[in-house]
């Protein structure tokens, strides 16, 4: 039988009963009692007594913890939580002909400073390619292809042009410190998976580790040894990664040299965007269109992965029902669209598409 806590009141008529037994004649009624007053007081230590033996008995199991235990808990099997990392790149501009630049050639993006770093030449016809780093950490780092880096001292380096275009594949691998329902989930798939040496877990878990990686998953290639993982990054639209996020993370793998690494790719899956149709909600406001949409978003990452030739993916219209209906609030509702399952293949991941609610 699980133990539960006890109320105030449950705990106080438990203290109240205790003194008329064992002190007959004491009357824990009247409020100016002394009686009263001490079970007041006992009822109250008890609680809280209660509540913090619930608390630690919580944080005995992974699945459970929270804060400092789960970080324990996670680190006693080699797992740990994941800092913030800055976004990496290519940014190209123009310069004076065949000239070399040090590193540290710094710019500006919005509210965040990037540096090279590593020293480049120019080309005979003046374009420059510089390899640069966010010298702040986190999501907001990241930058889509085409984006521009203003210079930030033009003053130092005249013969440079005060904009650079970011590389078509953009400015990835920014991320922010993890959360810890992702701490958690890395956690329990390493309890739940031990390694193997070079298991497809193994590499699931290797590609999680890497900051800003939400969710993995690795499929054997036609080829004996070839291993491809599929991941999603935070940050992103449906987090279907960048060009450069892959190119962080296989990085990140390749350094791990796992069993079969120089046959193992990262990819990113290909967004399949997920059109839904709801008519009749029984109640139909704002709040309650943004927490279906949310909700539906979830059954993504909860139930769904990337579907593959000979390894589809089915996506049940039915999920999709069920996270309609248990918005607070919705009673009642008619799915029409999708009007079927949806089998994902090559690579697809389901992602938020067209939402419409016609009355």
């Known amino acids: 039988m699980a133990w539960s806590i006890r109320s105030l009141d449950d705990a106080s008529t438990a203290i109240r009963g205790a003194f008329r037994r064992w002190l007959p004649g004491s009357d824990t009624a009247l409020k ?18 209660e509540l913090r ?14 804060g400092k235990f789960l970080e324990l808990h996670c680190s006693d099997v080699g797992i740990y939580k994941k800092k913030a990392a800055a976004a990496v790149g290519l940014a190209a501009g123009t310069a004076a002909a065949s000239t070399a630049y040090p590193e540290g050639i ?11 770093t590593a020293a480049a030449t120019s080309d005979a016809d003046g374009s ?3 390899s640069v780093k966010a010298e702040t950490k986190g999501s907001h780092t990241n930058r889509d292809g085409g984006g521009l880096l203003s210079l930030a001292d033009p003053g130092l380096y005249p013969d440079l042009s005060t904009t650079f275009e970011v590389d078509a594949d953009g400015l990835g691998g920014g991320a922010d410190v993890e959360t810890e329902d992702s701490l958690k989930a890395r956690g329990l798939q390493r309890k739940r998976n031990p390694p193997g040496a070079g298991t497809l877990g193994d590499y699931e878990r290797e590609v999680r580790a890497v900051s800003g990686v939400r969710q993995a998953w690795a499929f054997r290639g036609q080829n004996p040894g070839d ?4 991941f999603l990054f935070d940050g992103r639209p449906g987090y279907i990664p960048e060009a450069s996020d892959v190119t962080v993370v296989q990085a990140a793998l390749d350094a791990k040299r796992l069993i079969r690494s120089d046959a193992s790719e990262v990819v990113a ?9 709801i008519t009749g909600l029984s109640a139909d406001s704002a ?5 279906i949409e949310a909700a539906i978003a979830d059954v993504y990452l909860t139930k769904c992965r990337p579907g593959i030739a000979g390894n589809t993916f089915t996506l049940s219209r039915s999920w999709i029902g069920e996270a309609i209906s248990g918005v607070t609030g919705e009673e009642r509702h008619v799915l029409v669209a999708p009007a079927a ?4 293949t090559g690579g697809q991941f389901p992602t938020p598409g067209t939402y419409s609610y016609p009355g």
């Open 32 to 49: 100016n009692n002394f009686v009263t007053v001490v079970v007041k007081v006992l009822a109250g230590l008890s609680h809280e007594f």
């Open 53 to 66: 033996m619930g608390y630690l008995a919580r944080q005995m199991f992974m699945s459970t913890s929270t």
């Open 106 to 116: 710094r710019f500006v993006s919005g509210n965040v400073t990037y540096i090279s």
């Open 128 to 130: 420059l390619t510089l």
């Open 227 to 230: 291993v491809f993982v599929y």
């Open 269 to 277: 899956p290909t967004a399949h965007p997920i059109d839904v149709t």
């Open 287 to 291: 709040e309650i269109r943004a927490a």
């Open 341 to 344: 399952d949806i089998v994902l």
